[in-house]
């Protein structure tokens, strides 16, 4: 298995309850990222992650709670949703957070929808 | 400070006839540019990127963009559309580093049998 792994693809949830979104990348890299992508806006970058440490948190709502356990695997923890938190959430990775090209691989998404 | 903007949110285009998608950004730095391309229900992937060496560049899939820092653009094209891509298409500026990245609103293009 190759690249940026997301799971689950779809998810439905209360505003009550807990879930979690998973993301597993298989190309050695050491920086992770957090992506919300909404209908008609920009890519919003949530959080990124360089060497299991957290380098930004992009003035995300405590709802939202990432974790990083080693370089490979990310989590996205989910509480208590707000029906407007309803988007795709991509995850990515890099090289490194300070490579000069930039390049991101994406995975295929988590399609989030609170109910 | 750095934005991008996409000219045109939706393009349509018949198969077989030139394709072309307009970005154009502001930067403070010496940007690196790319383009990204999403299918439905699928994640971005990278098309071509511009980091300070040749103007034209080539990419995956038969796409190129040109660098333009007089015009402040960097206009992706294709000679020929064909049916698979049609797509959403991302113009993104980097500030210097993957933490720095601004995407565009993205350019939905349509290709007609």
């Known amino acids: 298995e190759t690249g940026v792994t997301q799971t689950p693809r779809h998810l439905v949830m209360g505003m009550t309850n807990k879930k979690s979104l998973k993301c597993e990348q298989h190309?050695?890299?050491?920086?992770m990222y957090w992506y919300k992508q909404s209908a008609k806006k920009p890519l919003e970058l949530m959080f990124v992650?360089?060497?299991?440490?957290?380098?930004e948190n992009n003035s995300v709502p405590s709802r939202f709670s990432p974790e990083c356990p080693n370089s490979s695997h990310l989590f996205l923890h989910l509480h208590t949703l707000q029906p407007e938190d309803s988007a795709l959430y991509l995850c990515a990775s890099s090289q490194a957070v300070g490579a000069k090209t930039g390049e991101l691989f994406f995975g295929e998404g988590s399609r989030l929808t609170v109910l | 400070a750095q934005s991008v903007t996409q000219l045109d949110s939706h393009v349509s285009v018949s198969e077989g006839t030139p394709v072309l998608l307009r970005c154009n950004y502001s930067?403070?730095?010496?940007?690196?540019l790319f383009w990204y391309v999403q299918h439905p229900n699928k994640g971005l992937q990278l098309l071509l990127k511009?980091?300070?060496?040749?103007?034209l560049v080539k990419g995956i899939n038969g796409f190129e963009a040109e660098f333009k820092k007089s015009e402040t653009s960097f206009h992706l094209t294709k000679p020929s559309a064909h049916m698979s891509d049609a797509a959403e298409y991302f113009c993104v500026v980097s500030g210097g580093s993957a933490r720095q990245l601004t995407f565009g609103s993205g350019t939905q293009l349509t290709v007609l049998p």
């Open positions: 190309l050695g890299h050491n920086a």
């Open positions: 511009y980091t300070s060496a040749a103007t």
């Open positions: 992650y360089s060497l299991e440490e957290r380098v």
């Open positions: 930067s403070s730095y010496s940007p690196s």
